[in-house]
């Protein structure tokens, strides 16, 4: 599936660019940063990267508790899912604790927006990333782009039950 896209935007069916961020968990040291590289996933999981403007925004903290309302559903079909926007990783560790969110939130954040620019997602106007659900198979191959309006929350009943499908394929 595959709507929505952008000139220069990730494709269904190419492998997914690496990259390793520094996310919401704490490290070692107890802080917040703690690595996490798209590549360690592969051969075990699939991967829903949701890409989002803004922590603490509506949209996006809507979008957030309702991914953490499903994580069960999307952990029995086999994927992680990962949050990612241009905020620190100090941000995102507020802002999942005030959600009470279970998964990694990437941060994107220095250079800003690297990620979001090698998926073709950078809105670089506004300085935030699209809004834009990816899902990369265990294999580490793009199946799934849905770039959504800022506006516009994402539909995920919908993203979930493309994940369940992976599962059969």
């Not at 952008?6 to 690595?35: M, V």
């Not at 996006?60 to 029995?76: D, M, P, V």
């Not at 954040?109 to 300085?127: S, T």
């Not at 782009?145 to 979930?160: D, F, G, H, T, W």
């Amino acid at each position: 599936m595959s709507d929505g896209s952008r000139d220069g935007t990730i494709q269904p069916g190419i492998e997914a660019p690496d990259f390793e961020l520094p996310s919401s968990l704490p490290a070692d040291n107890g802080k917040p940063g703690r690595l996490v590289r798209l590549s360690s996933y592969r051969g075990e999981r699939a991967v829903v990267l949701a890409f989002y403007p803004l922590d603490f925004s509506p949209v996006c903290s809507g979008e957030n508790a309702c991914f953490q309302k499903s994580l069960r559903k999307y952990e029995e079909a086999g994927a992680q899912v990962l949050g990612i926007s241009v905020d620190s990783e100090w941000c995102h560790a507020a802002f999942a604790k005030e959600l009470g969110l279970a998964y990694p939130l990437l941060a994107d954040f220095h250079p800003k927006g690297e990620v979001a620019k090698k998926y073709g997602l950078y809105l670089e106007e506004w300085g935030i990333s699209a809004r834009a659900t990816v899902v990369v198979d265990r294999a580490g191959v793009v199946r799934m782009l849905k770039v959504q309006q800022i506006p516009e929350p994402r539909e995920n009943e919908r993203i979930l039950a493309f994940v369940a499908s992976l599962q059969t394929t």
